[in-house]
């Protein structure tokens, strides 16, 4: 099983502070993703990185930054929180090649007040 | 833009019977499609994936079919339990990128 760990699990902030969410694996893999999930919304792509220092913007970039300085760490920052950014984000690694499964993180429950 | 579209409504059947759950996608050519089960306060779990010269895959009791002209994919869960109670997730590729539908709920009663 691949070691993918989030945190923090939950973290309630108010609106206008920054926030970092962190996702930690252990195996090396190339690619990470973030990911949001809201009831209506389903699974919607943040950002994902194919390597260090190498990202690219999903379909709901939009107030999101990230970073992956390392390969173990890849780093999801809300420069200023709103509440439309209140949800469920999971972080996950692709297993195996190009075409391999996604492994999911435990999630990180975000509000912002 | 892309889309990957599900069931929006949750599918109830009886112990037993096979469900079949659709994905319709627009706008995509996806190299291949992966299917999750997702429960409550959990994140996804792999099931299966289909490429888009592959037809039909199967695994254990369940089959997924990827239909390029079109543009869908079937996933079949025969003799279903109540344990196969999940939500159930269709994903397409996008480069990289692997992007999600909605999902669908399913609920098997005994």
């Known amino acids: 099983d691949a070691g993918i760990t989030q945190s923090p699990r939950h973290k309630v902030t108010e609106t206008g502070t920054p926030v970092t969410l962190r996702c930690h694996q252990t195996?090396?893999?190339?690619?990470m993703y973030w990911y949001r999930q809201d009831p209506g919304h389903g699974l919607r792509l943040i950002h994902y990185s194919y390597g260090v220092k190498d990202t690219d913007k999903g379909e709901v970039s939009d107030g999101y930054s990230v970073s992956r300085s390392k390969t173990e760490d890849f780093l999801l920052t809300l420069e200023s929180a709103t509440s439309s950014q209140t949800s469920v984000y999971f972080c996950?690694?692709?297993?195996?090649?190009?075409?391999?499964?996604?492994?999911f993180g435990e999630g990180s429950r975000l509000t912002v007040l | 833009s892309q889309k990957i579209e599900q069931n929006s409504e949750a599918l109830n059947i009886q112990e037993g019977k096979t469900a079949t759950l659709t994905c319709n996608y627009t706008?995509?050519?996806?190299?291949?499609l992966q299917w999750y089960r997702q429960d409550p306060g959990r994140g996804p779990v792999f099931l299966l994936l289909?490429?888009?010269?592959?037809k039909e895959k199967r695994k254990e009791r369940l089959k997924v079919t990827f239909d390029t002209t079109l543009k869908q994919s079937l996933f079949h869960i025969t003799a279903s339990q109540p344990a196969d109670s999940a939500t159930y997730l269709c994903?397409?590729?996008?480069?990289?990128?692997?992007?999600f539908g909605k999902g669908t709920s399913l609920l098997v009663t005994p």
């Open positions: 289909i490429r888009e010269n592959e």
């Open positions: 706008n995509y050519s996806p190299a291949y």
């Open positions: 195996e090396n893999h190339r690619y």
């Open positions: 994903s397409a590729n996008s480069g990289y990128a692997l992007n």
């Open positions: 996950a690694i692709r297993e195996g090649g190009d075409t391999g499964e996604l492994f």
